[in-house]
């Protein structure tokens, strides 16, 4: 089993539709996770990070986290064309300092 | 202000040969990382600097990789005996501390080994 997995897509989305990303992790101790975006040919740049269950909202964008499943998510509000990229789900493993485990990532296209 | 810097941008030599790949961090970061990007994958942790020490060295792959951050600011990744498969994008990042949540990437060298 894979530290961290994601589906790797692609994800179509229509413009102004809700994009849902989905991440499950296999350390049930790690407590910090992130969100990077990653668009074709850069590095990643750090989206949200979340440590407490439940929600977290940022404009279009909200972190969802369910330690008890083990499942962190990112919901992307009135996509726009501009959002297509990759999406990388990251995990701080515990006592591991600021190391990140990163899953495969989520390609996200969003159509006009 | 100035971002993480790395370098050379795009890095081409033969199997067999040694490359040292450079990450300059933000200033003031004390933390740095390394992690190495195959196609269609994410970045898989290499090791990570807190000062001067490599406080994490778990991810190298064998003893051909060594890092080094002499003065708790600029690192070197080296690779001796180069082989196809270390051909990636090797990605450093900074941070001011250990803290996870304000890691920031350089754009990265992108390394092929023919």
């Known amino acids: 089993q894979k530290e961290v997995e994601q589906n790797s897509g692609p994800l179509s989305v229509p413009e102004g539709a809700i994009a849902s990303l989905n991440c499950t992790y296999s350390?049930?101790?790690?407590?910090?996770f992130f969100w990077y975006r990653q668009y074709s040919g850069k590095s990643p740049e750090l989206i949200m990070f979340i440590y407490s269950n439940g929600d977290k909202e940022d404009g279009r964008f909200t972190a969802q986290l369910n330690k008890a499943s083990q499942y962190v998510s990112l919901l992307i509000r009135d996509s726009q064309p501009s959002d297509s990229a990759t999406y990388l789900c990251a995990v701080n493993p515990p006592n591991q300092g600021g190391k990140l485990i990163f899953g495969q990532g989520t390609e996200l296209s969003v159509k006009p | 202000g100035a971002g993480v810097s790395q370098t050379p941008s795009n890095k081409v030599t033969e199997k067999g040969k040694y490359v040292e790949l450079r990450c300059d961090p933000i200033?003031?970061?004390?933390?740095l990382y390394w992690y190495r990007q195959s196609l269609g994958q994410g970045p898989e942790f290499l090791i990570y600097?807190?000062?001067?020490?490599?406080?994490?060295d778990s991810g190298l792959p064998n003893d051909r990789f060594f890092a080094v951050r002499p003065e708790g600011s600029v690192s070197t990744l080296k690779i001796q005996r180069t082989e196809r498969g270390d051909s990636a994008v090797y990605l450093c990042?900074?941070?001011?501390?250990?803290?996870?949540?304000?890691?920031?990437f350089g754009p990265g060298t992108r390394l092929t080994v023919l």
């Open positions: 350390d049930r101790g790690s407590q910090s």
């Open positions: 200033s003031g970061h004390t933390a």
């Open positions: 990042a900074s941070s001011p501390g250990i803290a996870a949540d304000t890691q920031y």
């Open positions: 600097f807190q000062g001067t020490g490599a406080a994490d």
